[in-house]
């Protein structure tokens, strides 16, 4: 059918590349189904195919086509897309930030959504609202609610509802804390293969030591196109841990992979470890440098200080630039300033494929990354013959 030019099978067939579903996963053939079911006007496929340039998976970041094609699905009626307008207009992940367009987009996605849930019964747009009303982005968060929608959709077989009351039944948001309850919620997801619930499902078995059964979920996961997966497996391969045995060449070929889906954790962690290789040097620290800019231009705020710590020195790859260092080490510590400001524990922050990571001060891994930053630009603007002398700061 999408051979013969079905907008709607070019998106379905897009979506079995994108997770591998009766066909090895692809995210070149997905781009290449979802590019035809998006010119032939599928907004839904619109969606899929911005988050793609925006997340940088299988190609390269293009935040400008990101959001021409969010605008253009919202703009034919996708709740979904309107959201992530509202959401990439607050933060200006994309480039624009604008407040009042923001408020625009996430009053016109509760609008759309509630369309799509009330008129068509749609359990995608059931669990979009309910995940809104859980972090309360666009609307005020009421964990009630949250709960109220994710029910209508994982009783209509959406996983990704399913996956919500997994997290709300564990967490007492909402409902009872009850274990019993997230287990079953959490299993039924998995059961549907939500990538989601597959790695949650992997993480409870690995934490119980049954890890045979905690390695075949994350296998899953990542066979998926699960990123975090991905890059969960690179690691354990790279340093070797319950669930895989030591193996360089396999760390390897799950690093390329989760870079490839658009893991920034990936991208980060295979940087520090092409620093620490022996062998090949120079080329492995430029890479290593691109990989860190590469995150850091998609806002992983730990690559801030990785470039601050290239340019601060320099290597066989980098030039010393004290300029650079102070901008990079600069940008964290504004981070770090803003959380005390507001008063926060912690600040989220991209992980990849729209997943995200908390940065929490009080961790010993950010809190060290923080000092060193901070020892570096004290003696920047103390002793630095670039950076202008600046003995307050």
């Known amino acids: 059918a999408a051979q013969k030019g079905s907008p709607e099978a070019e998106y379905q067939l897009g979506l079995c590349y994108w997770s591998g579903l009766g066909v090895a996963q692809s995210w070149k053939q997905a781009k290449e189904w979802l590019t035809k079911a998006s010119d032939h006007g599928h907004y839904r496929a619109m969606y899929e195919l911005g988050r793609i340039y925006h997340y940088a998976i299988g190609c390269k970041q293009n935040t400008m086509q990101a959001l021409s094609l969010y605008t253009a699905s919202a703009e034919g009626g996708y709740g979904l897309a309107a959201k992530v307008l509202g959401l990439v207009y607050n933060t200006g992940e994309l480039g624009v930030q604008d407040k009042e367009r923001s408020d625009e987009w996430y009053e016109k996605a509760q609008e759309l959504l509630l369309e799509q849930i009330f008129e068509h019964d749609d359990p995608e747009a059931m669990c979009v609202l309910a995940s809104s009303y859980m972090d309360g982005e666009g609307v005020e968060r009421d964990y009630g609610l949250c709960v109220d929608y994710a029910k209508r959709g994982a009783n209509l077989q959406n996983t990704g509802a399913m996956n919500l009351l997994y997290i709300c039944y564990s967490d007492g948001l909402g409902v009872p804390q009850d274990e019993e309850e997230a287990s079953k919620w959490l299993q039924m997801a998995a059961d549907l293969d939500n990538i989601h619930a597959l790695k949650s499902m992997s993480a409870k078995l690995e934490n119980s030591g049954d890890y045979d059964k905690a390695r075949w979920y994350l296998m899953k996961a990542a066979q998926r196109g699960n990123a975090s997966a991905q890059g969960f497996i690179a690691v354990s391969y790279q340093t070797g841990t319950a669930l895989f045995k030591k193996d360089e060449k396999l760390a390897?070929?799950?690093?390329?992979?989760?870079?490839?889906?658009?893991?920034?954790?990936?991208?980060?962690?295979?940087?520090?470890?092409?620093?620490?290789?022996?062998?090949?040097?120079?080329?492995?620290?430029?890479?290593?440098?691109?990989?860190?800019?590469?995150?850091?231009?998609?806002?992983?705020?730990?690559?801030?200080?990785?470039?601050?710590?290239?340019?601060?020195g320099g290597n066989l790859a980098v030039e010393e630039n004290e300029i650079e260092a102070e901008r990079w080490y600069k940008k964290f510590v504004d981070i770090y300033d803003s959380i005390q400001a507001e008063g926060l524990v912690y600040i989220w922050y991209p992980s990849g494929q729209g997943g995200l990571s908390q940065l929490k001060?009080?961790?010993?891994?950010?809190?060290?990354?923080?000092?060193?930053?901070?020892?570096?630009?004290?003696?920047?603007?103390r002793n630095s013959k670039t950076v202008e002398h600046n003995e307050a700061e």
């Open 361 to 381: 001060f009080e961790d010993s891994f950010e809190r060290t990354i923080l000092i060193r930053a901070c020892e570096n630009l004290a003696w920047i603007y």
């Open 252 to 312: 390897q070929r799950w690093y390329d992979i989760a870079i490839e889906s658009g893991s920034l954790d990936a991208l980060y962690n295979h940087a520090i470890n092409l620093e620490n290789k022996e062998e090949n040097q120079q080329e492995n620290q430029a890479l290593a440098h691109t990989y860190y800019k590469k995150a850091a231009m998609q806002n992983y705020y730990p690559s801030f200080v990785a470039l601050g710590h290239n340019y601060y």
